[in-house]
T-cell receptor, first 111, second 112 residues
Framework: EDQVTQSPEALRLQEGESSSLNCSYT??????LFWYRQDPGKGPEFLFT?????EEKEKERLKATLTKKESFLHITAPKPEDSATYLC????????????WGAGTKLIIKP | DAEITQSPRHKITETGRQVTLACHQT?????MFWYRQDLGHGLRLIHY???????NKGEVSDGYSVSRSNTEDLPLTLESAASSQTSVYFC???????????FGPGTRLLVL
């Protein structure tokens, strides 16, 4: 069964303290690993898609990487405005354009 | 700018009542999805559509229905609201042949 697992559930960091969020996946025929940001009371906002192991994408203080089993969202020198819940999802060859979602990591950056 | 709108943004209803949540998109995307989001469960797929007159059940479809009469709209109906359907509901869209989904702002539903 296809599955996406995120860890940790929550992460508290001081401003400027770099860290990584993990997304482990078992998805048959991966057709992309997706990262989204969700602010309280809002819908998820698309960040990145990674398609093959070794691929990396960056946006401001965020960098997403992909291996054959997991993806990492690295946050470098975070600021309080980076506080949000980060969701990852996998697209499968078998799922006909649906996404398999992780439960998310709630990131809190303290000033 | 293209967008996805959901209405109402907040709704309080009583058990047993029929409720319809609206989703309207101006992206001209073929694919539309309805999710519910609850603490501890993440996003769960309710129904989805790949085009006009096409609808499919997701993993948590019991008690919900959808219909797709045009490209822009996919209303979600709760036939007889139950307290277990208290949740935040999100509509999402994607282009035909692509997985990247774009989300609306959500509807917060409370069933008393």
């Amino acid at each position: 069964e296809d599955q996406v697992t995120q860890s940790p559930e929550a992460l508290r960091l001081q401003e400027g303290e770099s860290s990584s969020l993990n997304c482990s996946y078992t998805v048959s025929g991966l057709r992309g690993l997706f990262w989204y940001r969700q602010d309280p009371g809002k819908g998820p906002e698309f960040l990145f898609t990674l398609y093959s192991a070794g691929e990396e994408k960056e946006k401001e203080r965020l960098k997403a990487t992909l291996t054959k089993k997991e993806s990492f969202l690295h946050i470098t020198a975070p600021k309080p405005e980076d506080s949000a819940t980060y969701l990852c999802a996998g697209g499968s060859m078998d799922s006909n354009y649906q996404l398999i979602w992780g439960a998310g990591t709630k990131l809190i950056i303290k000033p | 700018d293209a967008e996805i709108t959901q209405s109402p943004r907040h709704k309080i209803t009583e058990t047993g009542r029929q409720v319809t949540l609206a989703c309207h998109q101006t992206w001209n995307h073929n694919n539309m999805f309805w999710y519910r989001q609850d603490l501890g469960h993440g996003l769960r797929l309710i129904h989805y559509s790949y085009g006009v007159q096409d609808t499919n059940k997701g993993e948590v479809s019991d008690g919900y229905s959808v219909s797709r009469s045009n490209t822009e709209d996919l209303p979600l109906t709760l036939e007889s609201a139950a307290s277990s359907q208290t949740s935040v509901y999100f509509c999402a869209t994607s282009r035909a042949g692509q997985e990247t989904q774009y989300f609306g702002p959500g509807t917060r539903l409370l069933v008393l």
